[in-house]
């Protein structure tokens, strides 16, 4: 596994964006957590790492780091599910790419894609571009169109026709990738199994029929929540409850 970078960094964004005291507490508890990690402490080192993040700072690199403390400790549920949340921050972070396909390889159950192969081959920059990105590129594209449209106007003729349909094309597209994806980010919930082995079943109870088995580490999408039970989704016909507990919500 690679190791810890920007440390450094990490401090000073801490202590810039919260109150005095409360920085100098949360800098010492990641001071606290490098050290333990440095030290192979690695429960202490996740502990001190989750209380930062439950205390509300969303950092790519302090769930990075969570993910290499969980991983070292031998919890592959967790790791899976700080990776998981890391990379909605640090799509194209090399080492947290490299850190994640390391832990999932080690996973017992094949990943239950939802995406059909032609689906990804089809709509390509969906999944090859962050939710960001996607974003300022259907910014860039409305832009340029309207600045085409506006030379148009002013010298009023029918200059760049042919690449002002080719922006506006692209213009459509990219906004409604965007807009889906916030569609996604908002209504689609999905989870990462915590448990060592979690049994799925049809019902509500832990007596109901067991349909099939999941181990920590498998991603799952979240479908229904009832009581303290979720109804999830692993792949094409594997659908099933668990309990809240059982699973670790990305966000």
Known sequence: MKGFRYILLFVLMILCSVQTTGAGET?????DGVRDYKEDRFAEAAAAFLQIADSGINNGKLYYD?????????????????????????????????????????????????????????????????????????????LIFWFLTALRVTRRKNSFQTLRHVI??????????????????????EAVILPAKVSIRSGLTDDAT??????AGAK????????DYIRITFSEGKIGWIKKSEAGVIY
């Not at 800098?27 to 001071?31: E, T």
């Open 168 to 189: 506006l094309t692209l213009c459509l597209i990219f906004t409604l990738t965007a807009v889906y994806n916030d569609y996604e980010a908002d209504f689609i919930q």
């Open 220 to 227: 799952v999408r979240i479908e229904k929540e009832k009581d």
């Open 66 to 142: 969570l993910g290499n403390a969980y991983f070292k400790k031998g919890d592959i549920g967790n790791a899976m599910l700080w990776y998981e949340r890391a990379l909605k921050l640090l799509p194209h972070d090399p080492d947290l790419k490299f850190n994640y396909e390391t832990a999932q390889s080690l996973t017992k159950d094949e990943k239950g894609d939802k995406d059909f192969p032609l689906v990804r081959i089809m709509f390509f920059w969906k999944y090859l571009l962050s939710q960001t990105q996607i974003q300022w590129t259907a910014i860039l594209f409305n």
């Open 27 to 31: 800098a010492r508890a990641f001071l």
């Open 210 to 215: 067991e349909l099939f088995v999941l181990h």
